[in-house]
């Protein structure tokens, strides 16, 4: 019997409405909207158009954006005073520095120098570490494993107790998607690159979270019947069928997973929606915070 698709436009389309009706909520007794600002340093496609991407969901529920395009050769010390001055700014309520920065950039600092609480990605070192900590929350959780476990939990799946795999260690997801199981209370395993066998520490997983950029690699035989799995690559693979010439896949091979997991998310359409829905989320919350509504 194929898995329950977990879909991640339909879930995400719900959040959405869940903010908007919110904001409207905030707009009606305080005369506020909530504010997130981009910064995008230089001219790359695919963060242009993650960027646009976030504009317009901001415009869906009501979200004010602010727009920062910079230059590739800008300099450190130029980008820390646009972030300060957005730190400054009271319609800003959220501040996203789009990653990758250009080499010259110390990525770092950079995030390190956004507001505690307008870091609404998650990945101001204070915020990172209280998520590494037992009884420590963060104001933010980074928009990527905040929609991983978003996605479990909105379709009914237990994690307390169950036994959960992270495929990957990076610090946009792997490692902080693995904070939040353990703070379910989940068994963990992070696996990586000189994890020795591999499909036998997957096959060991009730939730399975594969992030690693690998186009499918997590075959049918790799997994347990009855795994929940959350699937956050998007690799583009050859398919002269198309007409772009390519197709999205994820970390997992669907078509064979599907038929063994309990649970799956496609590629696309899974866990990318989500991301910008939390993103939404995180903004919302910190104006309602800065308002006292929390």
């Not at 036994?163 to 379910?184: E, T």
């Not at 992030?211 to 997994?223: K, L, T, Y």
Request: proline share 5%; aromatic share 2%; hydrophobic share 40%.
């Amino acid at each position: 019997m194929s898995a329950q698709i977990i879909d991640g436009k339909a879930i995400a389309a719900t959040i959405r409405g869940e903010i908007a009706a919110e904001v409207e909520a905030m707009t009606a007794q305080y005369g506020k909207v909530p504010g997130l600002a981009a910064v995008l340093v230089g001219e790359r496609r695919d963060s242009q158009t993650y960027v646009r991407m976030k504009k317009k969901a901001c415009a869906e529920v009501g979200i004010t954006s602010f727009g920062h395009d910079l230059p590739e050769d800008i300099s450190q010390e130029e980008l820390l005073k646009v972030v300060r001055d957005l730190n400054a700014n009271p319609e800003v309520n959220g501040i996203l520095v789009q990653l990758p920065l250009p080499d010259h950039i110390d990525d770092e600092e950079v995030l390190g120098g956004v507001d505690l609480e307008k870091d609404v990605d998650g990945f101001h070192p204070i915020n990172i570490g209280r998520l590494s900590m037992k009884r420590r929350d963060p104001l933010f959780v980074p928009c990527t494993p905040k929609g991983c476990i978003e996605l479990l939990d909105r379709s009914g799946i237990e994690i307390e107790g169950k036994r959960a795999v992270v495929l990957g260690r990076s610090n946009i997801v792997g490692l902080p998607v693995a904070m939040l199981l353990l703070h379910r209370n989940a068994t963990l395993t992070i696996c990586h690159s000189r994890t020795q066998d591999l499909p036998g520490v997957v096959r060991e997983a009730d939730i399975l979270i594969a992030a690693v950029g690998r186009a499918e690699m997590v075959r049918g035989d790799w997994v347990k019947p009855g795994v929940s799995v959350i699937d956050v690559g998007i690799n583009a693979v050859d398919d002269p069928t198309r007409e772009r010439g390519y197709r999205l896949v994820g970390d997992v091979a669907f078509d064979e997973v599907k038929e063994v997991a309990a649970a799956i998310t496609p590629v696309p359409g899974g866990v990318g929606p989500m991301t910008i829905a939390m993103l939404l989320r995180n903004t919302t919350d910190s104006a309602k915070r800065t308002l006292g509504m929390e």
